[in-house]
């Protein structure tokens, strides 16, 4: 299985730090995050990751010519942002036609990957996304799912008050090639997955519930929790 990577990121809400550091690369315990996510992934079942980058590219491109994954890593550079969407449907030929993982490389994660893509091989019929939910200390600002009795999400609520719990969407995901289809089918190069696919697909989501650690790095204070937290 490929993975996408999501490393465009501009970290304006994480500035000072950003201004000369693109987020992917923002040091969590003196390890970039981008770092956590090549040594989760690849030795354990990815082969090959792409990365996309916009903000500071040559950062990233230094970082890669340096790590020990280098020749398992891709880049593409996207002068205009696609959104998370677009980023996929512009590289629908890396994954070619088999299910792939797009994750955002900015967050701080923890999970078994194997598990992950056992939950994506035993998904119930119909089923066209694997995604991975974890339980957040603030549900408003997240997306939180409702699943029936299958792991199948019922209902999305994107960053509302008061949501009926705090089981949230982690934007971990394993796609079903249909869903780059789905894609081409809008007719349109900047596309948003949480807003316009993930609603698409209710009924047709399972979920992975990530027990270890996952923490969006978001801004200041997220990176001083994280800090705190996280025991790599």
């Known amino acids: 299985m490929r993975a996408l990577l999501l490393a465009a990121g501009l970290g304006t809400r994480l500035r000072p730090i950003t ?25 354990a079942g990815i082969e090959s990751i792409l990365l ?44 070619g036609n088999e299910p792939f993982l797009v994750a955002h490389a900015d967050n701080l994660t923890q999970f078994d990957v194997g598990a992950f893509i056992a939950r994506r091989d035993a998904r119930p019929a119909g089923v066209e996304i694997t995604m991975m939910t974890f ?18 999400v019922v209902a999305f609520h994107e960053k509302v008050d008061n949501p009926p719990g705090n089981h949230a969407n982690a934007a971990v995901y394993i796609f079903e090639p249909g869903v780059v289809d789905f894609l081409a089918g809008l007719r349109r190069e900047v596309i948003d997955l949480s807003t316009e696919v993930i609603p698409h697909y209710m009924g047709r989501i ?14 200041p204070d997220s990176l001083r929790l ?3 937290e996280f025991r790599p």
């Open 135 to 152: 339980d957040t200390d603030a549900p408003h600002s997240c997306g939180i799912v409702e699943e029936n009795a299958d792991g199948v």
């Open 52 to 95: 996309n980058t916009h903000y500071l590219p040559e950062k990233v491109r230094q970082f890669v010519e340096h790590s020990r994954w280098r020749s398992r890593i891709s880049m593409v550079y996207e002068e205009v942002l696609l959104g998370t969407g677009g980023t996929v449907l512009r590289n629908r030929a890396f994954f």
């Open 206 to 219: 399972c979920t992975f519930h990530n027990h270890g650690y996952h923490r969006d790095i978001g801004n």
């Open 226 to 228: 994280a800090e705190l």
């Open 19 to 43: 201004d000369h550091v693109p987020k992917c690369l923002v040091p969590v315990h003196g390890k970039p995050l981008l770092e956590y996510w090549l040594d989760l992934l690849l030795p």
